[in-house]
């Protein structure tokens, strides 16, 4: 019976050990976000590395995450254009912004599909850097969707378009996570 109490009382100091620790790990993580640290940064550093992989953008361009099963985020080549346009970009886009995209994210649809142009495909493109349309939007969701598949959501986020509306569109996804093989048209320096 002694033997009983004094688990019941140790685990319940344990219990208030930890709850002090993670007040203190609060306190910490407010103090980092007004020193302006991101919270993809805190994530990042706050979770195992497992739960976010790296990210590879292979030699002929798949997008892959790392771990112990590398599994290929698959998606159809207009989609992956526009994700691998705005990985490209980590300060972001400007949707309505998006026509001055348009001669990047044509060049690496071409590197993706390389057999040419069709009257289809030049529509697709100038529809999805139309920011009057929805075309954007629908990619976007496409690609969340597809991270979301193969993530947790709370971690499929930060490898997702995302930004409120009329303000930058990024990918959060902390860079040093993300591993290049291949160099993209008007990419910065990958």
Not at 11 to 32: A, N, T
Not at 77 to 88: D, I, M
């Amino acid at each position: 019976m002694e033997k009983q109490i004094k688990q019941m009382i140790s685990k319940e100091l344990e219990q208030f050990h930890c709850s002090i620790l993670l007040d203190e790990v609060k306190e910490k993580v407010r103090k980092l976000k007004a020193y302006g640290v991101e919270d993809a940064e805190i994530a990042a550093v706050l979770n195992e590395e497992e739960l976010f992989p790296q990210l590879l953008v292979t030699e002929d361009y798949k997008v892959v995450l790392s771990g112990d099963k590398p599994t290929e985020v698959e998606m159809e080549p207009l989609v992956k254009a526009v994700y691998l346009l705005f990985l490209s970009h980590p300060e972001g886009i400007i949707l309505k912004y998006l026509p001055d995209y348009r001669r990047e994210l044509t060049s690496i649809y071409l590197l993706l599909r390389p057999y040419g142009l069709t009257d289809r495909v030049k529509k697709s493109i100038m529809d999805v850097t139309n920011p009057t349309q929805n075309s954007i939007n629908e990619k976007c969701t496409r690609i969340r969707k597809q991270f979301s598949s193969l993530l947790p959501k709370s971690v499929a986020r930060y490898y997702s378009i995302s930004g409120k509306r009329g303000e930058v569109k990024k990918i959060d996804l902390v860079r040093a996570n993300v591993i290049w093989q291949c160099k993209l048209p008007g990419s910065q320096g990958l």
